[in-house]
C-alpha cells in the first residue's frame, strides 16, 4: 500500500514553491499553459468548495471528499511539508472542465511481511488525491494534466492514482491517454482489488428485513450480550466537532497503539478543523470498547478503520458498533458508506457493493524511475513464490496423509 500522509519529503519543490498550495502565497512562474484543446492553471488550494460546480455531478469510486478542498487543506494542516496544488482545467471556450487536487513529495512503497511494516521504495510523485480528477472523463484533459507536470515537475518519478475503478470512465480514460502512453509505463500496485461500500437504505428496518432470519437473530444476541455484559451502560457518541475531541483522544489511547495514536490525533483535528471529522465511540462504563475513525462530506461517510478491545472479542463490540453506524447513517440520510480496499470484516461481504479497482502508478519512462521501482517489484515477485510454494507443500502433505489413511 501507500502512506499518503506521513513522512513526505518536500525535496526540490518545496524550495522552488516554498509554502506554495496555502492560501495567500504567491503563484509558480509557470502557473498556466494551453495544451491541445484545454488550458490547465495551477492555483492555490481554494478554503471551500463554492467555486466548483462540478464536485457533485461527476463522482467516481473515489469518496467525493477526497477530490474536495477540504480534504486537500487537511492534508496541508496535517502535514505542512507536503505541497498540495489545485489544476484548473479549461476548455477552449474558457468554460472550467473540472480541477485536480494533487500532493507532489516522495511516497513511500509499503509492504507487510510477517507482522511488520516494511517502506520496500520511495519516489518522488505526484498523486492525485481522490484517485482521479473531479471533471468529465476525457483523455485530452488527462494530456493537459501529465505535460502540465512534465514542464512544471521535471523531477518526477510517475504519476500516482491510488484507486481506479476497472470498468470506470476515468480508468478508460487515463488508458486511452497519448500523453501516458508515449512516456510513462503502468505499474499495479494493486490489481483488481475488492473496493467495498455500503448503500444506506432509507430505513434502518429496511436493512434488517432484507438479512436472513438467522442474522436478524444473531445480531440481536450479540447486541443483547454486549449490554448484559455492562448492565446496560453502554453509549454510542458520534464525534464531528473539536469540542469533542477529548472523547476520541481518550478511545485512542485505549484501542490504538500510542505510535498510532499520536499521528491519528493530528490528522484527525485537522479534519475537525475542516468540519470533516465523523468518527464514532461505543463506551462501556464509561471506556472505549470500539472506535471506528472516518470522515463525511456531501453525503458520504468514509470509514478509515475500526478499533475494538480485544479482551471482549467475544462480546462482539466491533460488530455492534458497525449495526449502530447503519443506524446513525439511516437516520442522517447518507447515501453510501465507503470502506475502501481490503476485506470488511465488521460487515457481511454479502450486504457490501463489491467493486474491482486497481492502485496504479504510471511511472516515467526513464531509467533512474524505473530502478527505483525495481525493489517493490521484486519483492512482490518472491512473495508470489513463497505463497505459491506454501500452497503446493501443503497440498502435498494432504494428499501424502489421505494415501496413508487409505493403506491404514
Not at 477529548?246 to 499521528?263: I, K, N, Q, W
Not at 457481511?348 to 492502485?359: G, H, K, Y
Not at 489421505?402 to 491404514?408: E, I, L, Q, V
Request: contains cysteine; proline residues 5%.
Amino acid at each position: 500500500m501507500f502512506d499518503l500522509t506521513s513522512e513526505v519529503s518536500p525535496g526540490p519543490y518545496r524550495k522552488r514553491f516554498g509554502d506554495y498550495g496555502q492560501s495567500g502565497t504567491s503563484l509558480p512562474p509557470r502557473s498556466a499553459a494551453k495544451i491541445g484543446k484545454f488550458s490547465v492553471r495551477c492555483m492555490p488550494v481554494p478554503d471551500t468548495d463554492a467555486a466548483n460546480p462540478n464536485l457533485d455531478a461527476f463522482r467516481s469510486i473515489s469518496p467525493v471528499v477526497e477530490q474536495s478542498a477540504a480534504f486537500a487543506n487537511v492534508l496541508s494542516e496535517y502535514d505542512p511539508r507536503s505541497t498540495i496544488i489545485c489544476l484548473e482545467v479549461s476548455d477552449s471556450k474558457g468554460k472550467k472542465h473540472g480541477h485536480c487536487f494533487l500532493k507532489i513529495g516522495k511516497v513511500r512503497l509499503v509492504e507487510h511481511f510477517t507482522g511488520r511494516r516494511l517502506t520496500i521504495a520511495a519516489m518522488n510523485l505526484a498523486t492525485i488525491i481522490g484517485g482521479s480528477p473531479s471533471f468529465r472523463p476525457d483523455p485530452c484533459a488527462i494530456d493537459a494534466i501529465v505535460e502540465f507536470l512534465q514542464k512544471d515537475f521535471p523531477n518526477l518519478d510517475g504519476i500516482n492514482v491510488p484507486a481506479l475503478e476497472q470498468d470506470g470512465e476515468h480508468r478508460h480514460q487515463f488508458d486511452m491517454s497519448p500523453a501516458l502512453q508515449a512516456g510513462f509505463a503502468p505499474y499495479y500496485e494493486k490489481r483488481g482489488a475488492a473496493w467495498h461500500e455500503f448503500q444506506v437504505p432509507e430505513l434502518y428496518d429496511s436493512y434488517l428485513r432484507a438479512l436472513s432470519k438467522k442474522r436478524r437473530y444473531n445480531l440481536g444476541r450479540q447486541k443483547k450480550l454486549l449490554w448484559e455484559a455492562f448492565d446496560g451502560q453502554v453509549d454510542f457518541i458520534p464525534v464531528s466537532t473539536c469540542d469533542q475531541f477529548e472523547l476520541l483522544e481518550e478511545a485512542f489511547a485505549s484501542l490504538m497503539p500510542a505510535r498510532g495514536a499520536e499521528s491519528a490525533k493530528a490528522y484527525y483535528r485537522a479534519c475537525a478543523s475542516n468540519g470533516l471529522l465523523k468518527c464514532f465511540i461505543l463506551r462501556a462504563n464509561g471506556k472505549a470498547v470500539a472506535l471506528a475513525t472516518g470522515v463525511a462530506y456531501s453525503g458520504e461517510l468514509l470509514i478509515h478503520r475500526m478499533h475494538f478491545a480485544h479482551q471482549i472479542q467475544h462480546l462482539s463490540p466491533g460488530t455492534c458498533l458497525w449495526q449502530l453506524i447503519l443506524q446513525y447513517a439511516c437516520a442522517e440520510k447518507y447515501a453510501r458508506i465507503i470502506l475502501g480496499f481490503g476485506e470488511a470484516k465488521q460487515a457481511s461481504t454479502s450486504e457490501n457493493t463489491i467493486r474491482s479497482a486497481d492502485s496504479i502508478i504510471y511511472i516515467k519512462s526513464s531509467p533512474r524511475s524505473m530502478v527505483k521501482v525495481l525493489p517493490h517489484f521484486l519483492f512482490g515477485c518472491a512473495r508470489s513464490a513463497l505463497k505459491q510454494l506454501s500452497s503446493a507443500l501443503r497440498a502435498s502433505n494432504l494428499n501424502a496423509n489421505g494415501a496413508r489413511s487409505k493403506a491404514a
